[in-house]
Nanobody, 121 residues
Framework: VQLQASGGGLVQAGDSLRLSCAAS????????MGWFRQTPGKAREFVAA????????YYGDSVKGRFSISRDNAKNTVYLQMNSLKPEDAAVYYC???????????????WGQGTQVTVSS
């Protein structure tokens, strides 16, 4: 499956942004989906994950209460709604697909190319 992330950009602290990740070339509904982020020199950080049906979600501690992950299996797309953005949320955000919902990046088999989020203070 191929993943294409989009929706990143430059926003101010406190603003909201919605990322999208469109899947193609596979049966989207069989995959659990995750969002990760990475800044230069740091390891990839877990942000959020959602099960195949959307019934189970997980969030990283730093984004709980501010970010929301959802999916539309009819549109082969997973979303990450980011509210109350902080400068420390700035990173390249990656979407990933795997056979089980997981918090570890090595549990995902397919990765999108990443979309840059910049948050000014």
């Amino acid at each position: 499956v191929q993943l294409q992330a989009s929706g990143g950009g430059l926003v101010q602290a406190g603003d909201s942004l919605r990322l999208s990740c469109a899947a193609s070339g596979g049966t989207f509904s069989v995959y659990a989906m995750g969002w990760f982020r990475q800044t230069p020199g740091k390891a990839r950080e877990f942000v959020a994950a959602i099960s195949r049906t959307g019934g189970v979600t997980y969030y990283g501690d730093s984004v709980k209460g501010r970010f929301s992950i959802s999916r539309d299996n009819a549109k082969n797309t997973v979303y990450l709604q980011m509210n109350s953005l902080k400068p420390e949320d700035a990173a390249v955000y990656y979407c990933a697909a795997g056979s089980v919902v997981a918090l570890r990046s090595d549990r995902y088999d397919y990765w999108g190319q990443g979309t840059q989020v910049t948050v000014s203070s």
